[in-house]
C-alpha cells in the first residue's frame, strides 16, 4: 500500500507548531457546538480516567520507596546529598509515569470508546463534506487492529520513556530539557494515535498514518503537545478526549490534503485507492 505525501505548507516550522494547536482549539469549538454526541465521548474517559488516576497516585505515595530502591549507592552520602539524588529519582520515575499515562490512558479509552469515537468522528467528517474513499470496516476487525495498533504505540512510549528515565538523573537536563523531549515525544504519539479513527474509515493502517502525519511533522506535533499537555492538567483528559478526537480528524483531512471548512467540496482523492488492512 502507498500511502499518499502531502507536501508540507510553505511556512516557517513555529508557524505549522501553532496551526497544530489551533486544530485542538477547533475541536473544542465542536465539541460546544455539538454537546450532546460530545458528551458520549466522556463516559469512557471517566472510567478510565479512574483506573489511571488511581494508578498514578499509587506511584506517587510510594515514589519515595521506589527512588530509594534504584539509588543504593547514596545510603551513605551526606543527608543533604542523598535527599537531593533521591527527589530527582523520584521526579524521573513521575515523568516517566505520566509520559506512560498519558499515552496508555489515550490507547485504553479509545478502545473502550470505540463506538463513541467513531461516530464523534464520522459527525466531524460529515460537517465537513464526508469521506472521500471511504470503506466499510465491520466493528471486530476494527477494535481487533485498534488494540495491535494501541499496543504498538504503547511499546514505543515505554522505548523512548526508559532512556528519558534515565536522563532524568542528570541534573539540570533532566529537569529542564527532559520534560520538553518527553512532551514531544508523548506528543506525536497521542496524535499518531488519535488520528487511527479517520484513517481507518479510509482503510489506511498504522504505517500509512505515520508516514503521511511526518510530511507536515510540525503541525502534527503542535496539535499532540498540545493534547499531552491538557492531558496532565487534573481530570483534563477527561474534559479534552473527544474534542481531542475531534481535532484529531481535522488533522487527519489536513495531512491527507482534504477540505477543514464547512462548506467546502471535498477534492478528489489523492494517489491511489486503498483497501482496507
Not at 450532546?36 to 489511571?52: K, Y
Not at 504505540?153 to 515505554?158: A, E, M, R, T, Y
Not at 496532565?232 to 481535522?250: E, K, Q, W
Amino acid at each position: 500500500m502507498n500511502a499518499p505525501r502531502i507536501a508540507a505548507p510553505v511556512t516557517g516550522a513555529a508557524g505549522r507548531f501553532f496551526t497544530g494547536v489551533g486544530l485542538l482549539l477547533r475541536g473544542l469549538g465542536l465539541y460546544v457546538r455539538s454537546p450532546g454526541l460530545m458528551l458520549l465521548g466522556v463516559i469512557p474517559a471517566l472510567i478510565s480516567g479512574a483506573l489511571f488516576v488511581t494508578a498514578f497516585a499509587t506511584l506517587a505515595y510510594f515514589v519515595d520507596d521506589l527512588a530509594a530502591l534504584v539509588t543504593p549507592f547514596a545510603d551513605d552520602w551526606s543527608t543533604t546529598s542523598r535527599s537531593l539524588v533521591r527527589v530527582v529519582a523520584g521526579l524521573a520515575f513521575l515523568g516517566l509515569g505520566g509520559l506512560l499515562a498519558v499515552v496508555s490512558f489515550t490507547a485504553v479509552t479509545l478502545v473502550i470508546g470505540d463506538p463513541f469515537y467513531e461516530k464523534i468522528s464520522e459527525r466531524v467528517e460529515e460537517r465537513l463534506g464526508g469521506t472521500p474513499n471511504a470503506v466499510d470496516v465491520p466493528f471486530w476487525p476494527s477494535l481487533r487492529r485498534s488494540i495491535a495498533d494501541s499496543l504498538r504505540l504503547v511499546g514505543l512510549s515505554i522505548l523512548f520513556g526508559i532512556p528519558l528515565f534515565a536522563a532524568g538523573f542528570i541534573p539540570v537536563v533532566g529537569q529542564t530539557v527532559v520534560p520538553v523531549i518527553g512532551a514531544a515525544v508523548g506528543g506525536w504519539l497521542l496524535a499518531v494515535e488519535l488520528v487511527g479513527a479517520p484513517f481507518y474509515r479510509r482503510g489506511m493502517r498504522l504505517p500509512d498514518r505515520r508516514s503521511i502525519l511526518k510530511a507536515d511533522r510540525p503541525t502534527t506535533l503542535g496539535f499532540g503537545v498540545a493534547v499531552f499537555v491538557c492531558f496532565l492538567i487534573p481530570l483534563g483528559a477527561v474534559i479534552v478526549m473527544p474534542a481531542a478526537v475531534a481535532g484529531a480528524t481535522l488533522l487527519a483531512r489536513r495531512s491527507l490534503g482534504q477540505p477543514i471548512t464547512e462548506g467546502r467540496p471535498v477534492p478528489p482523492p489523492v494517489g491511489t485507492g486503498h483497501a482496507a488492512g
